[in-house]
């Protein structure tokens, strides 16, 4: 199995809802990330996870809620969240946080807030 | 912090070579990666370098020069399915976790 596998697709949800934004992988890696992309724009990384511990948090607000229950499994959990935020999130994985191979992203979720 | 330059689009036809530059600035220096991401797509990874010079992969190459802080991706034979969007990313040294991206290189394949 060489894929990130990211649920749901897409997702619309009003800005009182709570939702969450999974990430799964089986490829033994232990760093995961989540990277925000809106359209035409680079990806902008959000959070990383090395070895299931929160590692880089790049100053993201509290609406947006990392966890990584497991060495395969990442979510994102969001709340009260803005118009702002929709965007495409990209979770991504790599063996390590200073592996040379590059990561393995997602197809992403397509979110947008109403 | 890291900064990283790119030109925002390249045309090009079928077969032909085009390469894709990238100068960057950054406190300190791991190495330079680059992605490509078709339209409504995830990114994908094509090469990494860390040392000078020119990594081959297929018909993909990437090069870096380290002293001049520059790197290119340089595509050969192009395809139309080679139309798409081209990222830098570099590492930083010392938070191997943090790659920041360019703003990407729109390609577009002309027959």
């Known amino acids: 199995d060489t894929e990130v596998t990211q649920t749901p697709k897409h997702l619309v949800m009003g800005m009182t809802n709570k939702k969450s934004l999974k990430c799964e992988q089986h490829m033994g890696h232990r760093a995961m990330y989540w990277y925000k992309q809106k359209a035409k724009k680079p990806p902008e990384l959000m959070f990383v996870?090395?070895?299931?511990?929160?590692?880089i948090n790049e100053s993201v607000p509290s609406r947006f809620s990392p966890e990584c229950p497991n060495s395969s499994l990442l979510n994102l959990h969001l709340h009260a969240l803005q118009p702002e935020d929709s965007a495409l999130y990209l979770c991504?994985?790599?063996?390590?946080?200073?592996?040379?191979?590059?990561?393995?992203f997602g197809s992403g979720t397509r979110l947008t807030v109403v | 912090g890291q900064s990283l330059e790119q030109p925002s689009e390249v045309t090009a036809v079928e077969g032909a070579i085009v390469q894709i530059n990238c100068t960057y600035q950054?406190?300190?220096?791991?190495?330079l990666s680059w992605y490509q991401q078709h339209d409504g797509g995830a990114p994908t990874f094509l090469s990494y370098?860390?040392?000078?010079g020119l990594e081959e992969t297929g018909r993909f190459s990437s090069f870096l020069s380290r002293s001049d802080s520059y790197g290119y991706l340089l595509l050969q034979e192009l395809q139309m399915k080679d139309s798409a969007s081209y990222f830098c990313a570099v590492r930083p040294d010392g938070d191997a976790g943090k790659s920041t991206f360019g703003d990407g290189t729109t390609l577009t394949v002309k027959p």
């Open positions: 996870y090395s070895y299931e511990k929160l590692s």
């Open positions: 370098n860390a040392l000078d």
């Open positions: 991504a994985s790599s063996q390590d946080r200073g592996s040379i191979t590059g990561y393995t």
């Open positions: 950054t406190s300190g220096f791991y190495g």
